[in-house]
Structure formats: C-alpha cells, structure tokens
C-alpha cells in the first residue's frame, strides 16, 4: 500500500489559544553593578576615582560621565570606550587585544562568552576622544566621470575638499570639480604617465610626476602649466611630496617640493623660482616614497630596504634605518593629514591670508604633536611593518634610542602595499597582498584587527577626516567601507569594472579610480 | 692566382692603378649604358635600376637621419601605478607557468589514446623459459605466452639460433576494431604493430597486449581524405587481453 501523507495539523482557533497560559516574561537576570575606574587611552591616567556604576550603563551614559569627570561639560567630546582583557596564559588563538564597548558593558564584556571578565574585577575603560565632527557614511556612486582614456593611476583630493586630481596613463592630468561632480580642466603635457600628483596645503600648485621623469607644477585655478617642466631625473617619479605650510620661510611665496625617483635620488626643488635646491643621494636603488615630515625632516623609504633620514634645511642625511628584509614599499607619517590639509579643517574656515594659514597650520601640528610626537611607519615586502619613534633632533632625551623601532608589526602573510595613519593619530591600517586590511594601534604598534572580505590583493587605503571609517581599494574592482566598532564591512561600494588602482577620502565623498578609465565619486 | 700572389706579390702600381680604375668606372659605366645594345643592354639597364632604386633609398635615410623630427608621444599600453611598476615580473611568471602549461596539455592531447596508461606486465609472465639442450641445461631461449603478429612472408630464423620463439597458435592476422563514433565494429586485418607500450622490445616482436597500438587496414570501411584520396590504413588500440579471450578488440584512433 502507498504511504499516504499525514493530513495537515488542525490549526488551533482564537479561543483555544486564548486559553494557553500566556508564557511566564524570561527571568530577570539581576544586573551586577560593577567598579569602573576610567583611564585616558592618551597617557594612561586615571580620569577621576573608580566609580560604581551598574553593568548595563549604556555608552552615552558613560560618555556623559567621562565628560563630567574631566569637567568639560560645555563641549562635550565625543568618547571611544574599549577594554582589555586578561589573557589566559593558554592562550594560543590570537585574538584582537581589546573589547570595544558599544552598546555596555553588560552586553559588549559580561555576556559575550570566551572573554575572561567577571563582575567582580575593577574594570579599566580606557576613554578615546574622537573627532568632535561626524562625516556622514558613503553609501552610493554617485557619479561616474570618464575622460581619461587609460588607466588611472594616482588620484588626490585638494586641501578644501573642492577639488580632486587624477593622474592616468594617458600622460595627463585632470582637476574634477567634487562639489558639482564635473571635469574642470585637463593638465596635458606629460610624455609618460602621469604616476603621482600631490596638492601643495594652500591648494595654489598641483604637482604631478611622470613616467618619464619630468615634474610638471600646474595652477589649478586656471589649469594652466605653472612654467616649465622640472627636469633632472633620469627615470621616472615613484613619489611627491611638499613641504608643510608650517615650515615655509616668511621670504619664499610657495612651499619646496620633494620628489622621489626610480634612479635613487630626491631632488627639492624651490617652486617659485623652479630651480634645484638640492639633491638627497646616496640611496643605491630605486627611492618608492619621500615624505616631508613637521620638524623639517625628509624620510626617504627605498628598495635597498633602507630608509633614511634627512635635513630638510641642507639636506645632508641624519640617520639610516636599516631594518627591514626587503623593499620599503610604503610610509606614513602620523601627522600626514594634518600636513597635507594645511590651515583647512572641518570647520570650514578660510584663512585670510598666507601669514594667517601658516599661523593656523603650525597650531593644528602643535596640537596634534602635543600628545603623540611624530611617528613614522615603513611597510614592507618583507610581510612587516616597522613603527619608528620621532627621529627629529629635538627628541634626543628619550630613552629609546631614535635608530631602533618602537615594533615590528607582524601578521601579513604577502607584501605590505600601502600604510596609513588616521587622521588623528590614534591608528594605523595597513592593505596587503594578502587581501587583508590590518588595523594596528598608533601609539605602540600593538595588532587591534584584520579586516577581511577582500578576494584579491588590497591596493590601497583611506581615512576619513574624523578617523571612523576606513575605506579600501583591491584588485578585485570592488572599495569596501569598513565599521571599526565591528571591524566588518560596513558598505560594499562596487560599480568598477576593472581593478581600482587608487582611492581619497574627501569631506563625505570618496573618490576612486582604476583600471577602467573612468573615476567614480 | 692566389699562389702566386703569396710568391711574388703584387705589381709596384697596383694601388694607383686600382684608384685610378675606379675613379673611372663611373663614367665607364655610363658610357657604356649610353653605347650597348642588344640583349646585353637589357640585362644590363635593369641591372643599374635596381642599383639606382637601391641608392635613392639610402640617401633618403641619410636626409631623414639629420632632420629632427618630434616624436609622435606615443604612450606606452598597459599603465601602472608606482606601487605595481617593478611588480611586473610576478605577473609575467604567472603567464609563463599558466603558457608553459598550456603547451604541454597541448602536446599530450596529440597522442591521447583512449587508454593512456597500461599495467605493466612482468617478463616471467610475458616469457616461459625453454630448456634446450642434450641435458636441458641451457635456458636462453624464451617463448612469448601473448598473442603475437608477425606479418606476411615471414620466415623464422634458423631454429638454432632463434631467441624468441613465437608460437602458431597465438599469432593473430585479424582484429575486431570498433570506430568510436559509429559505433560500429568491424573485423580488419592488422597491418602491423606500431608501439606497444610495454617496452620497445615487444614492439619489435610483434606483441599484442592490452593498450597496443596496431595499425589496421581500414580500406574497407571507404573512409577518403579531403584531398579525394582512399585511406587505406589507421592506427587503433587493442582494448582487451587477446591471449585470455583468442581474439583482439580494438578502438579506432580517429
């Protein structure tokens, strides 16, 4: 006989369920109350005596504590709130060396099974002020602006945010107006590929190096070539860089350029006379990267695996580290955003005139450097990273002797290709080979998480301006967007075609370019 | 000519007379182009065309050579940024293993058999050992326990001195070869024994084990080649182990 199927259930009518006992409310569980005692992330203080709060205070709860505590109830800033727990010493698993609190501490430390808290400890938060602005979250392409008719190969975002440049194989150079979304002007010129294109801080030169070795500066007001070529290289330009608005000489009208070739050496040019100041040799193969630094020290990073330090005043060399394995790929600066934006930030003030836009910039670097003197970071193809103390002369007191790194960042398993510092300082992301996107602390260099969801290599990387998103450029033609309070992805952003080559954060907009020729906003 | 250069040398105004030879032959030439006539100017006038066109191309060169032109700017493809520039080598060494690999699937797929690996098969199984001899002592001889196929007109060596016997009663003129798209199986005569993949000296005896590759004569079967020819022979591969089963099957090889 056939097997028949079970006639269907015979659904209870409204009265029968109205018998049921309704369902007992889940027992309360007693909410423990807890000491906390609240620790500034920045140099380790207590902020105020240990508090005993209950276990579900909720995070504007506690940042409303933090602020009063530190007595700055008018402004109140922002807070960051993370743990860090005790690890067994049987340990074997890396895990990410701290426990973010976002919602409270009941539910981000007490109830999450496999972390080692318990009610009765004292537990140490440890506060991070963030950026008192909020950029808003990317969410949409909203323009796809084509024009170049091959690969773009660098991109960069002018100091206001007005403006972004991109450099393509097609050996020029276009400026896209940001806030209309439309192309300015067109910077042809170059015999080669125009590999880099950095803004000077008060957004009055463009300079763009290219594949055939020339340095072309340009006026981005009116697009017009600002002279003649710099010529002197004799292979093509790996990198750029300009000096800091801080650092200008009252008689120079506009800052010195640093640029960095494959033939080994830098040249710092005066660009309003467009002259050679001098020139930093004695790197024996290929410089990758020259960044000018806020004490007036050049760091040049090479493939002899060295990097070295420089007087920006004569330009003889100070110091050579020399630690790394294998190409220095990549460099950053803590105070790199900060440099490269000048006398502009969120509020969106302009400066009135030169002296006051140096006056501006010199206190938004002294600020930063108040608390973290500058750090460098070196990445390499030797799967590491090297974090460096502040290798100015004016830091000699320090017990750490300026040659030996703070930390070897480990943990990449193919090479490093591009390393940034965020805006404030406080973190460093590094974009790998290895489709990984590793976030490590500023300070000491210690691993915080690895972000992934990438499926080919990571190309490059980008901060926000108030250092709460990370958005990252790969092979595989997609940019993600990350959440640092998860460390997942927060927003896939994808619609190129081909892969992305480079990426800017600017104000609330991300521009990115790639392979398929078109750049999108 | 040479010999008696070596001896004697050359004469005293051998240099002056050469110069002043070629010095003239410019004019000679043109002279004589003004006077022959007859097949001999043909040969000759084309002759000095093809030298004319010759020259004017070179002197062309030369004037482009000192006129300096502007370069056509022509940008080189495939655009890098600076961090993939000196990466490049990494790509190419993909493309060659992914190439060098490609060429040897190819060359392996021109000799894709339908068996391409055989079991290999000992020599006590493929050999028994005759014992000869007035007291059976000497044991060089060997006879083949698999079927064989030893062609037409053929004559045995001297029984003496043969080393290898193969005996009647396994050789095989005939095989049953199917063809793989038809699917239709046909009795052809072997032709001969092109490799058997056992070992060279098998293919010299004429051995015929599973996975042999033989050539037929497919004349029967009317195939033609594109050009209007009859093929009359194909290769196939024995699919079965003739000395268990008396008769050779066999896949054609299209």
Redesign the interface.
């Known amino acids: 006989m056939a097997t028949l199927l079970p006639p269907p259930k015979r659904q209870k009518s409204n009265y029968a369920k109205s018998l049921e006992k309704p369902k007992e409310p889940e027992p309360e569980i007693a909410i423990p109350s807890i000491v906390v005692q609240f620790k500034s992330s920045e140099d380790g203080s207590n902020l105020g005596p240990a508090i005993n709060l209950p276990a579900d205070t909720g995070r504007d709860a506690l940042q409303m504590l933090v602020n009063k505590l530190r007595g700055e109830t008018e402004d109140p800033l922002p807070y960051a709130f993370h743990l860090l727990p005790k690890l067994p010493s049987t340990s074997t698993t890396p895990q990410s060396s701290r426990v973010q609190i976002n919602n409270s501490i009941q539910l981000d430390a007490l109830k999450v099974s496999g972390t080692t808290f318990s009610p009765e400890d004292v537990f140490e938060l440890w506060c991070e002020p963030q950026a008192v602005f909020r950029v808003r979250s990317v969410g949409r392409c909203s323009a796809t602006l084509t024009g170049h008719s ?2 773009i ?2 991109c960069a975002h002018s100091p206001t945010g007005k403006y972004a440049a991109t450099g ?4 020029t150079a276009r400026i896209w107006d940001m806030d209309t979304e439309t192309p300015k002007w067109t910077l042809t010129g170059h ?3 125009v ?2 294109v950095e803004w000077d801080s008060r957004e009055k030169i463009l300079a763009t190096g290219g594949h055939d070795g020339q340095v072309r500066l340009w006026t981005p007001a009116t697009g017009q070539p600002f002279g003649q070529p710099l010529l002197g290289h004799t292979k ?1 330009i ?2 750029l860089s300009f000096e800091p608005l801080h650092l200008m000489s009252s008689k120079s009208t506009s800052p010195r350029l640093a640029t960095a070739s ?1 033939d080994g050496t830098v040249r710092i040019w005066n660009t309003s006379t467009r002259t050679l100041d001098f020139v930093l040799t004695g790197h024996a193969a ?1 410089v ?1 990267v020259v960044r000018w630094g806020g004490e007036n020290v050049i760091y040049t990073g090479s ?1 002899d695996r060295t990097v070295k330090v420089w007087s920006g005043v004569d330009g003889k060399l100070i110091r050579t580290l020399n630690e790394h394995a294998h190409w220095v ?2 460099m950053a600066l803590s105070t790199d955003f900060i440099l490269r934006t000048g006398p502009y930030d969120h509020t969106g003030k302009l400066p009135k005139d030169d002296e006051e836009a140096k006056s501006i910039a010199l206190a938004r670097y002294k600020h930063l450097t108040s608390t973290h003197p500058e750090a460098l970071i070196t990445g390499s193809d030797d799967h590491t990273l090297f974090l460096w103390p502040d290798q100015a002369s004016s830091s000699f007191s320090s017990t750490a002797t300026p040659k030996k790194p703070l930390a070897r960042l480990t943990g990449h398993q193919k090479q490093v ?2 390393v940034a510092f965020s805006p404030d300082g406080r973190m460093i992301a590094s974009a790998g080979f290895d489709n990984a996107v590793k976030i490590w602390e500023g300070k000491t260099g210690k691993f915080i998480a690895s972000l992934r969801g990438h499926v080919a290599a990571v ?1 490059r990387v980008a901060w926000s301006a108030d250092s709460r998103m990370l958005v990252s450029a790969s092979k595989d033609t997609t940019l993600k967007l990350w959440n640092l309070k998860t460390y997942k992805i927060r927003i896939d952003l994808p619609g190129h075609t081909d892969e992305v ?2 990426v800017d954060f600017v104000a609330d907009k991300v521009v990115s370019g790639g392979r398929d020729k078109s750049v999108k906003m | 000519m040479d010999e008696h250069r070596k001896r004697h040398g050359r004469r005293m105004d051998y240099e002056e007379k050469k110069r002043k030879r070629t010095a003239r032959e410019a004019h000679k030439a043109s002279a004589d182009a003004q006077k022959i006539f007859g097949h001999k100017a043909k040969l000759q006038h084309a002759k000095r065309h093809a030298e004319k066109v010759q020259m004017k191309k070179t002197l062309k060169a030369h004037d482009e050579r000192n006129v300096k032109q502007k370069d056509d700017g022509a940008v080189k493809e495939g655009a890098l940024p600076t961090y993939l520039l000196d990466r490049e080598g990494q790509k190419d060494a993909k493309a060659l293993s992914t190439a060098v690999k490609d060429r040897r699937k190819d060359r392996a797929a021109k000799y894709s058999v339908p068996l391409p690996k055989v079991r290999g098969i000992a020599e006590e199984e493929m050999f028994k050992v005759i014992k000869t001899g007035k007291h059976k002592g000497k044991s060089w001889k060997r006879m083949v326990n698999k079927a064989t196929f030893v062609g037409e007109g053929f004559t045995r060596k001297p029984v003496k001195l043969e080393r290898f016997i193969r005996p009647m009663g396994l050789r095989m003129t005939k095989a049953n070869v199917t063809h793989p798209e038809l699917k239709t199986t046909f009795q052809l005569p072997i032709l001969g024994v092109k490799k058997n993949p056992q070992s060279p000296l098998y293919t010299s005896l004429g051995v015929l084990t599973k996975g042999t590759i033989v050539e037929v004569n497919v004349s029967e079967l009317g195939m033609v080649t594109t050009g209007g020819k009859v093929v009359w022979s194909k290769y196939a591969q024995i699919t079965n182990n003739p000395e268990n089963d008396g008769c050779i099957n066999s896949v054609l090889l299209v």
Do not use: E, Q, R
């Not at chain 1, 393509?168 to 050996?171: M, T």
């Open positions: 091959s690969p190969l660098c393509s194989g097609d050996a015999k080669g590929w590999l880099c093509w790996t990198s494959k290929s990758n493939s790929n990549t290709n591009h190309y080559y480079c």
